[in-house]
């Protein structure tokens, strides 16, 4: 099913691909020069309670690793993130943005450390190991860059936890949120961690070994039947619900941490050296102009939102809505961006203009939004 994709060697298929296919998958989307499967159920909302109430199996093998390794891999990391890592310990997933220059987001991945001289970083849609290998050149540092043969598959969902008991025995139970532990599949170790792209709870398996996949997809099948398993994919209408941001969508290089809420990941007081930490000091010194809101809006059911819309006040637009769609919860439309300071109070009246046509009422919202 390539759903109208001109399938060829430069996108590359996962372990798991050829079970994706057999299960139905009706599209993929595209994420590192990898495939991502985007629908099975007849519809998202059908993939939306079902995720919501039961467990989903996802291929994400498209979320890359980038690991680095020697002597100088902790320096590398840190200089490439404002988050201090220094006090990260073997076991632990970090959430750390990577920046340029400007302070501009490159890349949201998760950081796993495995060693004390050895990092993955778990990426979103960037090409953040040439970043990482650039920088490593460019300053003579000690470090070996490359991509592991590393493919992550998900099981998200309030089922999940009891799912992989099965799988991996009750000591799945004891990983804490952003962290992992290592588990024996086919007498392999495996990294466990419990992280995932979304808000229902989950877990990600760190499949080290494509030649696993297939067994392990087939494995993670007969253990969840009991619990009413399907196939999915990261979820729009959840994701959004949720407030969690796309790379690419709500983030690019052209925003910065600080409009995001992600202070608590900046360290700016001067104690570590990171690359854009000038800009992000100013950014904070005089506060930013805009951040991250949810915003719902009357009309019907708004469709995808592959064009951004203009978020209105009069006739001043104060941000653009980059993620939309309609919530079968909340029973209203929902979208994120980022608005402008003067805007941006909790209760602001907006208007939301398809490209479609007319103007829809809305409000500004906190997130999340359910």
């Known amino acids: ?45 059908d993939d939306y309670w079902h995720l919501c109430d039961h467990v989903q199996m996802w291929d994400v093998s498209c979320q890359r690793q980038v690991e680095i390794e ?63 290998k ?63 792209y979304s808000r229902q709870g989950g877990f990600e398996i760190y499949l080290n070994g494509a030649r696993f996949g297939p067994a392990l997809w087939d494995a993670v099948w007969q253990a969840g039947e009991r619990h009413n398993i ?13 407030g969690l941001f796309s790379y690419g969508n709500e983030m690019t290089r052209e925003t910065n941490p600080l409009e995001f809420g992600m202070s608590k990941f900046c360290k700016l007081d001067g104690s570590i050296d990171f690359i854009g930490r000038a800009a992000l000091q100013k950014l904070a010194g005089d506060g930013v102009t805009r951040e991250i809101r949810g915003v719902m809006f009357d009309g019907p059911a708004c469709p995808t939102c592959s064009i951004p819309w203009p978020v209105m006040v009069g006739d001043h637009q104060v941000g653009q809505i980059t993620s939309g769609i309609w919530s079968p919860r909340l029973q209203r439309n929902i979208g994120l961006s980022l608005i402008d300071r003067a805007h941006w109070d909790i209760g602001t009246p907006v208007e939301v203009q398809y490209h479609e046509g007319g103007r829809h009422a809305g409000v500004i919202s906190d997130l999340p939004f359910a």
């Not at 296919?21 to 595209?30: D, H, I, L, P, W």
């Not at 340029?100 to 991945?109: L, S, V, Y």
């Not at 970083?121 to 990482?132: E, H, N, P, T």
């Open 1 to 45: 099913m390539a759903d109208g994709l001109n399938m060829s060697r430069r996108i590359r298929r996962t372990p798991y691909t050829d079970r994706v296919e057999a299960a139905g998958v009706r599209g993929f989307s595209v994420v590192n020069h990898m495939l991502l499967p985007k629908a099975f159920q007849p519809s998202v909302e």
């Open 70 to 132: 020697g002597p100088d891999a902790e320096q590398l990391v840190q200089w490439m993130t404002p988050r201090a890592i220094a006090k990260a310990k073997p076991g632990d997933c970090l959430y750390v943005p990577i920046t340029d220059t400007n302070g501009g987001i490159i890349n949201d991945p998760v950081l796993l450390k495995l060693t004390d001289d050895k990092f993955w970083l778990s990426i979103a849609d960037s090409d953040v190991l040439l970043y990482a």
């Open 134 to 196: 650039g920088l490593a050149i460019g300053a003579g540092l000690d470090v070996a860059i490359c991509e592991p043969d590393v493919s992550p598959l998900a099981v998200q969902g309030p089922k999940a936890e009891d799912l992989l008991v099965e799988l991996f025995g009750d000591d799945i139970r004891d990983v804490g949120f952003f962290k992992y532990g290592w588990f024996d599949f086919q007498g392999t170790p495996q990294l466990v961690a419990r992280s995932g």
């Open 230 to 242: 399907t196939p999915g994919c990261p979820n729009l209408i959840e994701r959004i619900e949720g």
